[in-house]
């Protein structure tokens, strides 16, 4: 008996001393693992909300940007549609997961079949020089964030656009648990239904502008969930992205201020994306979950139209800071510091880390990461220190890389031609210092060709 009682008290310390999975995930000083919303917006660019350009009309988001920390220097890893995408995911470059462009799901097209699928797992683009062979699809074996935050006992849903591969490759084989609007497409035909072509998402749908059907789906997952497991929501919009289809009431109130043609049907896209920020939001508050959850809002890449203070975007040039440079908001309450405006140099890279630690786990065990956690930063407001520099990429043109760091950034081209440009000193970077500053352009050229070398692209370089 005397035995069986230490056996018991044993088991008990240990129970203490070795905490279960789950247990040892509750790390956070609250003892209690936030829910996280992250919202994710396609083409956006980085001045396209009221508070940086008067034109739009975005109280939700001005009003996000400002409870929280508005990263202020904030870039996309390969500014285009899947790249941004996969890397988000998995915290891995584009450059290392091989994804260095978008998919080009068209129908019956570059290997897809009418319904955007295909059995070929990379493609070549012929106005690329360097001929690089691009992945299909983002790989089953790559550790994605809902994958990592489900082992920490998050329940994980996604909704809306994908764009890393068809229907084997979908948000639920990635670590979700469930996925609502997720097609095969990297872009809706109309924001109107019927929405996509060759498709059965949404089919029965007659009236909802596309924006707010994804944010139905969303609300409907907040108002309805009643577990005790926290929860990450990706809702990952189509919107801004073409086509230009403002919601028709809103298109309406923008003509009526003046506005014309794609111009107001583009104002009235930011607006119903604001809509959806404020309505998520909203809900959070009914549903007494406001106090717990993490908001954060994202864009893939520079918009498609002008992106001013910045050259570039979209369309052209867009490793230039139009097009890769891209508004980022977080907001954790009771954590990170109302009208926070944050300069670090940050990119999508260390959204996987930061992701990760947040909900208590272990950065460290996840081989191949490129980004570093943000906790710190985002707790304390504080000054990062990198380290290194942050390298854009990217398999369409001449231009293909860049390399930011502190003030510097060099551009990289395939022809073998670069320019260097004093971010600090000219935010629109339009005097080229390569020739009048060769030591500090020689200095980043050989961080990138030592940085080519490690991701294991250096047979497509221009500057090795």
């Not at 440079?325 to 880390?353: C, M």
Request: aromatic fraction near 12%.
């Amino acid at each position: 008996m005397q035995k069986k009682h230490l056996l018991t008290l044993a088991a008990m310390l240990a129970a203490v001393i070795i905490p279960s999975r789950a247990e040892d995930a509750k790390t956070l000083a609250d003892g209690k693992q936030p829910n996280i919303v992250l919202l994710f917006v396609d083409d956006w660019g980085w001045a396209d909300f009221h508070a940086r350009n008067p034109k739009f009309e975005s109280p939700n988001i001005d009003q996000l940007m400002s409870d929280g920390i508005d990263f202020t220097q904030a870039y996309i890893a390969c500014p285009t549609c899947s790249p941004s995408r996969a890397t988000l995911l998995t915290g891995q470059h584009p450059a290392r997961l091989r994804i260095v462009r978008h998919i080009p799901t068209a129908p019956n097209k570059d290997g897809f079949d009418q319904f955007g699928r295909t059995d070929e797992e990379f493609h070549t683009l012929k106005t690329d020089p360097a001929n690089f062979p691009c992945r299909n699809w983002l790989p089953l074996e790559k550790t994605t964030y809902a994958e990592a935050l489900g082992e920490l006992g998050y329940y994980n849903y996604f909704v809306g656009k994908w764009h890393l591969g068809h229907e084997p490759y979908h948000p639920i084989h990635q670590g979700f648990d469930s996925q609502a609007g997720t097609s095969n497409w990297g872009h809706p035909s109309n924001y109107n239904p019927p929405y996509f072509k060759n498709s059965d998402v949404y089919k029965d749908e007659k009236e909802r502008y596309l924006t707010d059907k994804l944010t139905d789906e969303s609300v409907e997952f907040l108002e309805k969930y009643d577990s005790s497991q926290p929860f990450m929501l990706s809702l990952w919009y189509y919107t801004v992205h073409g086509p230009q289809i403002g919601r028709k009431d809103y298109v309406k109130h923008f003509e009526e201020k003046g506005m014309t043609g794609k111009d107001a049907h583009y104002a009235a896209m930011v607006k119903s994306l604001d809509d959806s920020v404020g309505r998520i939001r909203e809900t959070l508050k009914k549903q007494q979950l406001d106090q717990n959850t993490i908001v954060i809002l994202l864009s893939d890449q520079g918009g498609t139209f002008e992106n001013p203070p910045f050259h570039g975007g979209k369309k052209s040039d867009t490793l230039y800071e139009g097009g890769a440079r891209v508004p980022f908001a977080f907001y954790w309450p009771g954590v990170t510091k109302q009208g926070s405006k944050n300069e670090n140099i940050v990119q999508s890279t260390d959204l996987f880390p930061t992701l990760v630690e947040i909900a208590g786990g272990d950065v460290s065990k996840y081989k191949d990461l490129d980004g570093i956690s943000l906790l710190d930063v985002i707790r304390e407001d504080t000054t990062l220190d990198r380290g290194e520099p942050i390298y854009g990429y990217r398999a369409y043109e001449d231009l293909y890389a860049s390399v930011r760091e502190g003030d510097w950034k060099l551009l990289a081209y395939r022809s073998g031609k670069v320019k260097l440009y004093n971010i600090a000193k000219d935010i629109s970077e339009e005097k080229d210092l390569a020739t009048s500053n060769p030591e500090k352009a020689e200095e980043l050229r050989k961080k990138l060709a030592t940085w080519e070398q490690s991701m294991g692209v250096e047979k497509y370089s221009g500057v090795q």
